[in-house]
């Protein structure tokens, strides 16, 4: 008797120290009678006001009543620098506005689902720092426009951490390598020239870590054939706070999280068969990085 009881508080004791499996939506969303214009204005101020820097904004696939906001801080810049597998890809966070009928929606990329999908098993390293992070963006939203409600699906934290669609589907630790170069600097120097000159691919944003020997891009895909335009129709307009795609420029290698990966990451609930009808969308959005990475 004494050794059962011995076992069942040992387990009690393992269940009571065990991380608590968080649920999380990869969006956050609140309804404004205010325009996408005005809330635009309106947002850029609100979030400098509260230490954050706006560094791109632009309209998703071309559409005035679609835009979307990047913004971030120093506090999340070195945070995520700490991270040298592609941490710095979570060092922008986004505002998508959506005019819905005679509101406009406000949705929030959630910025911890993102880290515990960019940071696996060691988000924990950083876990005050990135619930600090979290919590700051969404009190200052909420303060102003209300409580935002979830959407998008819900995965669990421990799923996100080594998050893949489907058996043989990539995982994050599988990016797509689309170049190296002799160095970081050339790297960097390439990818503006190209970017400079570009049809299909334009700049949103880029930041940029010379110390670290890193820079994002985000990247707005604008061909009128294969571009945001086409794919977001399909899979779901209201998640265009996952826009814009990213590269990243590590060292002397460039990289982009594949496409059934990214995409997969930020609509978790679409099925199989509306998957099926973007299957050339990783590819094309590869190609037109590769347009703007790649040495000829």
């Known amino acids: 008797m004494k050794k059962w009881t011995f076992l069942m508080a040992f387990l009690f004791s393992l269940y009571l120290v065990a991380p608590a499996q968080e649920k999380l939506s990869p969006y956050l969303g609140a309804k404004s009678n205010s325009n996408v214009g005005s809330l635009t204005t309106e947002i850029r101020s609100l979030l400098k006001d509260n230490g954050y820097d706006v560094i791109g904004e632009y309209n998703v696939a071309g559409k005035a009543d679609m835009h979307v906001i990047c913004f971030t801080n120093n506090d999340l810049i070195r945070v995520c620098g700490e991270f040298e597998d592609r941490g710095a890809l979570a060092s922008v966070l986004k505002i998508g506005l959506r005019k819905d009928g005679a509101q406009t929606e406000i949705s929030l990329l959630n910025p911890d689902y993102m880290f515990y999908a960019y940071f696996g098993e060691d988000y ?32 669990t934290s421990s799923d996100l951490e080594g998050y893949h669609y ?30 400079a000159g570009s049809k299909d691919v334009k700049l949103v944003y880029q930041q940029i870590n010379t110390e670290k020997q890193t820079a994002v891009f985000g990247l707005a895909f604008t061909s009128a054939e294969k571009g945001e335009g086409v794919f977001l129709p399909i899979i779901g307009e209201r998640h265009l706070a996952a826009m814009p795609y990213e590269i990243i420029l590590e060292r002397n290698e460039v990289t982009m999280l594949h496409g059934r990966y ?25 190609d037109a990085m590769l347009k703007v990475t790649a040495i000829e």
């Open 262 to 286: 990214r995409f997969a990451l930020y609509w978790p609930e679409l099925t199989m068969g509306t998957f099926t009808k973007i299957m050339s969308t990783p590819g094309d959005v590869e």
């Open 124 to 155: 924990k390293m950083e876990a005050p720092n990135l619930k600090a992070i979290d919590s700051k963006i969404k009190s200052v939203l909420n303060t102003k426009y209300g409580n935002f409600t979830p959407f998008g699906g819900v995965l």
């Open 166 to 195: 489907a058996v043989m589907m990539p995982y994050f630790e599988e990016p797509v390598s689309l170049e190296e170069y002799k160095s970081f600097e050339a790297g960097l120097d390439f990818i503006k020239g190209k970017l």
